[in-house]
């Protein structure tokens, strides 16, 4: 998440063209350790949504009534002051807006750090290439896809169900009925995977960029963004595995 691995490798001449801007801002983002910044307070964002969401997810354990209840709630929160499901349309606004950033950050992190490598190291680094630096960018890639499949399946209903099956605020009969189809399941578990990899290593550069981690932390810090993950995952798949395994039906 927060960087690219691969643009820890950023020699300091990997800087891009300085913009002829006085905003401080446009500046900052020319630099290698803006885009950093850039991707570590949107990772910051999209792991605080991720957490919230699977921990929402978690009320399914407690029935239909209580999920279904739970995605109304989402819609009517911050009413009458605002207007029916506007919160949400303001969440899912700062999301899209984090999402496109991390990724324009993330690529051209990577394409700053490829033209700053000199020819024989280039070779070498291709070939050296850490697992971490291709695992964030393919799983970066994977999740993408993700989003976008799990949007069109779960809040919109218009992949992976028979006509008329999915309701809007139906949560609880849209998920059963969603991942009682096992290759579905299966793709959403493969994509919790990329997730967790993705943090495992993403909230941990995303740390360091912002210069919180010291010598005496480092390992603990670590160990953190290891437990997020494993928790995040498993939190996500215990509901496709449990659609799978009949205990939610
Ligand atoms: C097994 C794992 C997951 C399940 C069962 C699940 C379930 C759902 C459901 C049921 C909805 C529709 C909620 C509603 O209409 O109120 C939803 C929406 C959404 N989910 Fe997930 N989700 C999972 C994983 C994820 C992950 C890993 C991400 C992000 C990386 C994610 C991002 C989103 C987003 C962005 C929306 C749209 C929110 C909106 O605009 O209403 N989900 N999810």
């Not at 910044?37 to 354990?61: D, E, P, R």
């Not at 984090?98 to 070939?127: E, F, G």
């Not at 059963?176 to 909230?203: K, Q, R, T």
Request: glycine share 8%; aromatic share 10%.
């Amino acid at each position: 998440m927060a960087e690219t691995a691969g643009a820890e490798k950023v020699h300091s001449g990997a800087q891009a063209p300085r913009a002829f801007t006085s905003n401080p801002l446009i500046t900052l983002w020319s630099t290698v350790i803006g885009k950093k910044i850039v991707m570590a307070v949107t990772g910051a964002v999209l792991v605080g949504f991720v957490i919230a969401h699977m921990v929402g997810n978690l009320k399914i354990f407690e029935g239909a009534d209580a999920i279904n209840t739970y995605a109304h709630f989402l819609r009517v929160v911050g009413m009458p002051e605002l207007g029916y499901g506007q919160l949400l349309w303001i969440v899912r606004s700062v999301l899209l807006l984090s999402v496109i950033l991390h990724i324009i950050a993330a690529w051209q992190l990577t394409l700053m750090n490829r033209a700053a490598r000199p020819v024989d190291y280039k070779i070498r680094a291709n070939q050296e290439s850490t697992w971490a630096s291709r695992t964030m960018r393919w799983g970066g890639v994977v999740l993408l896809v993700f989003i976008i499949f799990h949007i069109l399946h779960f809040t919109m209903g218009v992949v992976g169900f028979q006509p008329g099956q999915w309701q809007d605020l139906a949560v609880y009969q849209n998920v059963v009925a969603g991942f009682s189809l096992w290759p579905v399941s299966a793709f959403y578990i493969i994509a919790m995977a990329a997730l967790c990899l993705h943090l495992d290593h993403g909230i941990w550069s995303g740390i360091q960029t912002l210069g919180w981690n010291t010598q005496r932390n480092q390992s603990k810090i670590r160990m953190a963004s290891r437990v997020i993950a494993v928790i995040v995952f498993l939190g996500f798949i215990s509901v496709p595995v449990s659609v799978l395994a009949g205990w939610l039906k």
